[in-house]
Nanobody
Framework: VQLQAFGGGLVQAGGSLSLSCAAS???FAWYGKAWFRQAPGKER?????????????YYEDSVKGRFTISRDNAKNTVYLQMNSLKPEDTAVYYC?????????????????WGQGTLVTVSS
């Protein structure tokens, strides 16, 4: 059982990055998935979540209108498109999978976690 996140990097403020998270070892195709992030010296926080079917999506207020979460169940992959990035978006981004198609904004709800990918936004 493994989640692996890709796509982090360094970008200037106002730029875009696309993260992806692929699952292997077990089929997570229809499980709820989410992205969380942890900035230096801060607690891990919810960013976005998507239900198993892909129709229900949820966002943290500060990323609404800038980030888009999506999924491709055939590829067992979840994506996070990040536009209009700000320096305060700098963090390690983690993908997570739940044990059911439903999602939550709560960290403890998710059973499976990726290793994280660093996003750095320069001003």
């Amino acid at each position: 059982v493994q989640l692996q996140a890709f796509g982090g990097g360094l970008v200037q403020a106002g730029g875009s990055l696309s993260l992806s998270c692929a699952a292997s070892g077990r089929s997570f195709a229809w499980y709820g998935k989410a992205w969380f992030r942890q900035a230096p010296g801060k607690e891990r926080e919810f960013v976005a979540a998507i239900g198993g079917s892909g129709y229900a999506t949820y966002y943290e207020d500060s990323v609404k209108g800038r980030f888009t979460i999506s999924r491709d169940n055939a590829k067992n992959t979840v994506y996070l498109q990040m536009n209009s990035l700000k320096p305060e978006d700098t963090a390690v981004y983690y993908c997570a999978a739940a044990g059911s198609p439903a999602v939550s904004t709560t960290i403890s709800y998710y059973h499976y976690w990726g290793q994280g990918t660093l996003v750095t936004v320069s001003s």
